[in-house]
Structures are given as C-alpha cells and as structure tokens.
C-alpha cells in the first residue's frame, strides 16, 4: 500500500520576532493576517520586507506570522547567490554559524547578525500520521515524486507533532526541479 502525501512549495519569506516586527513597522504593531496557512496557526501576512544582502536586494519578501522568539529568514539557494550569502541547508529554527542580513520594512531597518537559511526539506505530520505511516519525529525518509519529471528526495525530515497537518514542503527550486505542484501527492518509501 502506497504511502501518499501532498507536497507544498515554499517561496521565500520571514518569520519576524516581535520586537523586529516593532522596529520595521511601528511601536505596538501587530501582523496583519492576509491567508491562512496549512499548519494551524500560520498564517501569511499582508506585511512584506525587503532583504538586503552584501551583493542585491530582494525587495517584497513577505512576513509569515505568529511572531516567533526568533527572527529567521528563509530563502532558495538561489537567493543566497542573488543577496552575497552562502546560506546553509538547516531545520527550522537552526541558526547558530547562519548568515545575517539587512531587513527594510516601512518604518525602519533590522540588520540580522545570524538567521537566514535554506529550509531543509521536511514533512509536517500529526503523531497520528506518523503511527500510520510507521515513522517517527526527527527521523530521516525518503519520498518519492512522479510524473514526467520525477525523482526521490533524500533526507526527509519527519516532523510529528499533535497539531500538524500533513504535508511536506520543499522550496520552490526544489518543486520545479521535480515537476510538482502545490497539493499534488507524493510517496513516503522510508
């Protein structure tokens, strides 16, 4: 029996701790919810950045909410090359030795020492999923695309925890290598 998931690109954006969302857009400001995201409690943000690394800027990066403890930044490898940085395939949140960079939001600048990351890749999944699909947090699978240009991915995080939806997420680069869409199905084979 197959085992199958749906698949979500990530584009690049931020994840602002509250006192940066303070310094880019105003004392006591709260982020503005523009949609919701698949994994409870996330959501988009109206509110957009601009990135500004050693060599361009990336201008319109949009802010992900809730505020964490953290400001992070999340881009492609590509991204990396575009702003000046050699930015490390990390697990969320890992962000000791990362590369900084400049923010500019409407109402001022934060200049990150540390946070900007490639997102490795992962799959979100309720400890319910995981039981089902016989894995466990933090182990390493592998998932399977198809199509016309498909491929197996390799070092999957597993992410179980009791309130996430299942879904892997990939970047963007990584979904068009591999010809996937949004919600288009994929298959976990450890």
């Known amino acids: 029996m197959k085992k199958l998931l749906p698949i979500a690109l ?6 602002l701790s509250q006192n940066d969302v303070e310094l880019l857009f105003g004392k006591g400001y709260e982020l503005t919810v523009m949609k919701d995201l698949s994994q409870p409690g ?3 943000c ?6 500004v690394g050693p ?7 949009r802010v992900l909410g809730p505020a964490r403890k ?4 999340e881009v492609s490898l590509a991204d990396g090359f575009t702003l000046g940085l050699a930015v490390p395939v990390r697990d969320s949140g890992d962000l000791e030795g990362s590369p900084g960079v400049k923010l500019v939001g409407p109402v001022g600048e934060v200049v990150m020492e540390k946070g900007v990351i490639a997102a490795a890749r992962h799959i979100h999944m309720s400890l319910e999923d995981a039981k089902d699909f ?3 947090d933090k182990q390493i699978v592998k998932v399977k695309t198809s199509g016309q240009r498909g491929l197996v991915f390799e070092n999957v995080l597993v992410r179980a925890h009791k309130s996430y939806a299942l879904e892997m997420h990939v970047d963007l680069e990584e979904g068009n ?12 084979i450890k």
């Open 177 to 188: 290598a591999a010809g996937v869409s949004n919600c288009d199905l994929v298959e976990l």
């Open 42 to 44: 996330q959501f988009a």
């Open 70 to 73: 953290e400001s992070q930044v």
């Open 46 to 51: 109206k509110e957009k950045v601009d990135l």
């Open 134 to 136: 016989g894995v466990e």
């Open 10 to 15: 990530s584009n690049r954006h931020a994840h």
């Open 55 to 61: 060599k361009n800027t990336i201008k319109g990066v």
